[in-house]
C-alpha cells in the first residue's frame, strides 16, 4: 500500500502556466472531389492518394512542432529579463520586489494563523477530541487499528487550517487595505501555496504517522522518509506555485514555458531523489517485519517493480507536460493534484474496507469464541507469538482484505482516468465495462468463498491420511465419506463458477452464446459415442462413491493390484502399494473391490508344536498371555477381542498344527502381530514348551530307517549310492514344503 502511495507521491510536474486558448494545428487543405472509382486502378490510385495525403499531413506537422520547439527554446535566455520586466510592470511602486515583500507578508500572515489555531483550538480542543491510539489485535493491520485516530486526526487538521487560513486572511485584508487586483493574485496564491505545503506534511504523517513502525531500527529510517518526501513535496508546490504566479502576473508564454518545463524537471528530481535515497526504508515499511519468503508472490513482484513504475510515471508525466507546452496547449489544473487525488482515494478506500472487515470479524469472534478458548492469551495478558507463515487465502478476513485491495486498486483507476482527462466512455461502452468488472469481482468473491468454505470442513473431518511408507495397509485411519466426496465437489462447484463467469463475459461482449450451447450439446453428443469407456468411468465412479466402497486413507484390493486409496478423481484413482508402486485404476474397471479398512480383522497365527506337548497347558498358558495384553496400556486399547487358542488345527508327520487369534483395528494386527509372537516365543521358552522342527524319513528297501532330523542324519552303513538318493528324497520333500509355504503366504496375503 505504501509503495502505491509513494508512486503516486506529490509534485507530479503536470500543472504549468499556459495560455488558455489552444493553438489548432493547421487543418490540411480540403480535397477536390472525385468520382467513386469504378475499376480496381482507380481504387488503387484512391489508396496510394491517401497515403500520400497522410504522409503530407504527417510531414507537416512534425515540421511545426519543430518551429514551436525551436522559438521556445530560443526564448529560454530571456527568462530572467521576462521575470523581472513582468514584475516590474505590475508593480504599484514600480519596483520588482514588491510582490516579494507581499509573499513574504503573506506567509508570516498565515504562519501568525497557524499559531493562533494551534493555541485557541488544536491544544485545547482538538487534542482532546483525539482517540488514544490502539494496537492492533493479534494478526490484524496496523492501518485498521489506527483507522479511527487517522480519521478524526485528518478532521481535526482540516479545522485547523480551515481556522487558520481565516485568521490569514482576515489579518492580509486589514494589513493591506487597498490592495491592486494583482496583489490580491499574489497574496491568494501565496496562501493557497502555503495550505498545499502543510497538506502534504499532513498526508505524509497520516500514511507514516509517528509510532507506526514497532522495531526501533526502522522507525530513525521512516521519520527521514517522511521527512523527506514532504521536502520534496514542498519543493513542487513552490515551483509549481511560482508558475501560476507569474502566469497571472501575464508573463510572455515562450519564456514561461520553458520556465515550467524546467521547474517540472526539477521537481521530478526532487521527488524521485528522495525516494531513490529511501528505496530500502520503503521496502522495509511496506515489509512491515515480514520474512520476505512470507511475502506473496505478487506483493513481492511489487517490491521488485515499484520504483522503475515511479520513474516511468515521473518520466511519462514531465513528456507530457513538455509536449502540451511546446504545441500550446493548455494545461489541466487536476493534473496537479492527481498524485495526492489517486493515493488519498486507494488509501482511503483500503482503509475503509480493511477497517470495516477486522470490525466485523472481531465482533463475529467475541460472539462466538467457545467459552472454554481464553481471550486474553498468556497468563501474563499478552498473546503468544505466532510463526511467521506464508501469506495465503485460506480464510474469509483474508478474502475481504484481497477484495479491500481490488476496490482500493479500482478507485485508484478511476481517479487517474479523471486526473489525467481520460475521455469518459458513454452509452454501453460504459455500461458493459462496469458489468464485465462486476461480474469478475463477484465470480472473485464468490470462487473463493466457496473453496474456502469446502476447505474448512474438510479440515473439520480431520487431516486426510497418506500412505506412510513400508505400512502394510489395511489402516483405520481413513478419511470420512464427507471429506473424501468434499474435493470432488469443490472441483465441480468452482469449474461451474468459471463457467458462469466466462459466459456472462462473453454475453457483456456481445457474443451470441446460443450457437455455442448447440455446439457444446453436439460435441457433447459426439464425445458421448466415442468415448464411451470415459462415460463408463465416471458413472462408475459416481456410484461406488455413493455406494461408500471406498474412502481415502483405506486398504482396498482391485483383482491383482492392492495399495492405499492416494487420491481420487472424476475418472479414475490412484493406490499406494506398501512396497512404493502407485498404481491407477479406473472406476470402469473395477469389477470386485475388496476393502479391508473397514470396521475389524482377525488374524490367526499357526503354531507348530511337538506331539508331546501337554495342549490343554498351552491353551491355559495363551489365555493367561492374552488377558496379560489385554491389560498393557498401550496394547490393550487396540484389541477387539482378546488372544485366544483355538485348539490343534491340523496333524502333520512331525507336528500338532496349534492356532490362536486376536481381533483388532484394521491396520492394528501388524503391531499387535509382532508383540504376540514375541510374547510367545518367551513364554514357550519358560514354560518348556518346544517348537516342532520340520522332518524327513528316508526308508530303503531291505534296510533300517533313516532318519534326517535338524540336518544331522543318523549313523548307518549304507553307501554312497545311498547317500546320494536319501540327499534327494531330503531336499525334493524339503522343496514341495517350501513351495507350499510360500503358496499359503501368498494367500495370506491376498485376502490381507
Known amino acids: 500500500m505504501l509503495l502505491l502511495l509513494l508512486a503516486l507521491s506529490p509534485a507530479a510536474p503536470v500543472l504549468a502556466a499556459a495560455p488558455q486558448t489552444a493553438i489548432p494545428a493547421p487543418a490540411p487543405p480540403a480535397a477536390p ?42 526564448a529560454t535566455p530571456r527568462i530572467p529579463s521576462a521575470i523581472v520586466t513582468t514584475l516590474t510592470a505590475q508593480s504599484p511602486t514600480g519596483e520588482p520586489v514588491y510582490f516579494l515583500r507581499i509573499i513574504g507578508l503573506t506567509f508570516a500572515l498565515m504562519a501568525a ?12 480542543v482538538a487534542r482532546r477530541l483525539l482517540p488514544r491510539p490502539t494496537e492492533p489485535r493479534p494478526g490484524g493491520s496496523v492501518l485498521a487499528a489506527r483507522f479511527p485516530r487517522l480519521v478524526a486526526h485528518a478532521l481535526l487538521t482540516l479545522g485547523g487550517m480551515l481556522l487558520a487560513t481565516l485568521i490569514g486572511f482576515g489579518l492580509a485584508t486589514v494589513v493591506i487595505p487597498d490592495p ?6 499574489t497574496v491568494i496564491i501565496a496562501g493557497v501555496g502555503y495550505l498545499l505545503v502543510w497538506a502534504i506534511a499532513l498526508f505524509w504523517r497520516l500514511v507514516m504517522p509517528p509510532g507506526a513502525v514497532a522495531d526501533a531500527g526502522v522507525a530513525p529510517a521512516v521519520r527521514r522518509l517522511r521527512r523527506d518526501l514532504t521536502a520534496s513535496g514542498a519543493v513542487g508546490v513552490a515551483l509549481m506555485s511560482s508558475t501560476v504566479w507569474l502566469e497571472a502576473l501575464g508573463m510572455p508564454y ?17 521527488t524521485v531523489g528522495a525516494l531513490a535515497a529511501n528505496r530500502q526504508t520503503v521496502e522495509r515499511a511496506f515489509l512491515a517485519g515480514r520474512p520476505i519468503a512470507t511475502v506473496a508472490p505478487l506483493e513481492r513482484l511489487t517490491l521488485r517493480l515499484w520504483f522503475p513504475v515511479v520513474v516511468a510515471y515521473f518520466a511519462y508525466a514531465w513528456g507530457t507536460l513538455v509536449n502540451r507546452l511546446i504545441l500550446g496547449w493548455p494545461t489541466e ?11 488519498g482515494a486507494i488509501l482511503a478506500v483500503y482503509a475503509s474496507v480493511t477497517y470495516a472487515t477486522e470490525w466485523l470479524f472481531h465482533q463475529r469472534r ?24 506464508p501469506a495465503t487465502l485460506d480464510s474469509y478476513e483474508a478474502l475481504a482484505r484481497r477484495v479491500a485491495g481490488i476496490l482500493a486498486a479500482a478507485a485508484g483507476v478511476a481517479v487517474t482516468l479523471s486526473v489525467w482527462n481520460v475521455p469518459r466512455m458513454h452509452g454501453d461502452a460504459a455500461d458493459r465495462l462496469i458489468s464485465i468488472m462486476t461480474v469478475c469481482l463477484i465470480g472473485y468473491v464468490a470462487y473463493h468463498g466457496v473453496r474456502i468454505w469446502i476447505d474448512r470442513r474438510i479440515a473439520e473431518e480431520g487431516p486426510t491420511p497418506g500412505a506412510i511408507p513400508g505400512d502394510e495397509g489395511g489402516g483405520h485411519g481413513s478419511a470420512s465419506r464427507l471429506a473424501t466426496l468434499l474435493p470432488l465437489v469443490r472441483n465441480f462447484i468452482l469449474l461451474s463458477i468459471i463457467g458462469a463467469i466466462l459466459l456472462n463475459v462473453l454475453m457483456d461482449l456481445g457474443v451470441n452464446i446460443a450457437p455455442l450451447f448447440a455446439g457444446a450439446g453436439v460435441a457433447g453428443i459426439a464425445i458421448g459415442f466415442g468415448a464411451q469407456t470415459l462415460i463408463r468411468d465416471i458413472f462408475s465412479g459416481a456410484f461406488f462413491l455413493i455406494d461408500d466402497a471406498f474412502r481415502k486413507g483405506e486398504y482396498i484390493e482391485i483383482g491383482a493390484i492392492r495399495g492405499t486409496v492416494e487420491k481420487i478423481s472424476v475418472r479414475s484413482m490412484q493406490l499406494r502399494h506398501h512396497r512404493g508402486p502407485l498404481h491407477t485404476v479406473p472406476f470402469g474397471e473395477i469389477h470386485q473391490l475388496t476393502n479391508y479398512s473397514r470396521d475389524w480383522v482377525i488374524m490367526k497365527l499357526p503354531l507348530r508344536i511337538t506331539y508331546d506337548t501337554d495342549v490343554e497347558k498351552v491353551r491355559k498358558h495363551i489365555k493367561q498371555l492374552g488377558q496379560a495384553l489385554l491389560d498393557d496400556p498401550d496394547l490393550g486399547p487396540k484389541f477387539l477381542q482378546p488372544l485366544k487358542s483355538q485348539g490343534v488345527i491340523q496333524m502333520e508327520d512331525s507336528a500338532m498344527i496349534l492356532r490362536v487369534k486376536f481381533m483388532t483395528r484394521p491396520g492394528d494386527q501388524w503391531e499387535i502381530r509382532k508383540r504376540v509372537y514375541q510374547e510367545l516365543h518367551a513364554l514357550f521358552r519358560r514354560e518348556g514348551i518346544r517348537f516342532a522342527h520340520r522332518e524327513v524319513t528316508v526308508r530303503f528297501a531291505g534296510e ?9 542324519p543318523i549313523s548307518m552303513q549304507i553307501g554312497d549310492e545311498e547317500r546320494t538318493l536319501a540327499a534327494g528324497a531330503v531336499l525334493h520333500a524339503l522343496g514341495e514344503d517350501m513351495l507350499d509355504g510360500e503358496a499359503g503366504a501368498g494367500r495370506r496375503n491376498g485376502k490381507r
Open 33 to 74: 472531389p472525385q468520382a467513386a472509382p469504378t475499376q480496381p486502378a482507380a481504387a488503387a490510385d484512391t489508396a496510394d492518394g491517401m497515403m500520400m495525403q497522410m504522409l503530407s499531413e504527417g510531414r507537416d506537422r512534425m515540421a511545426g512542432f519543430r518551429g514551436k520547439l525551436a522559438k521556445r527554446l530560443r
Open 113 to 124: 494563523g497557524h499559531g493562533v489555531q494551534h493555541l485557541v483550538y488544536q491544544r485545547p
Open 180 to 185: 491592486t487586483p494583482m496583489t490580491e493574485k
Open 254 to 270: 515562450d519564456p514561461h514555458a520553458v520556465l515550467v518545463a524546467l521547474f517540472g524537471l526539477l521537481t521530478v528530481l526532487a
Open 333 to 343: 489544473l487536476p493534473l496537479l493534484i492527481g498524485a495526492y487525488a489517486v493515493a
Open 366 to 389: 467475541t460472539l462466538w469464541r467457545p467459552l472454554e478458548e481464553s481471550p486474553e492469551g498468556a497468563p501474563d495478558g499478552s498473546h503468544p507469538a505466532e510463526a511467521p507463515r
Open 704 to 712: 533300517a530307517t533313516a532318519t534326517s532330523a535338524g540336518g544331522d
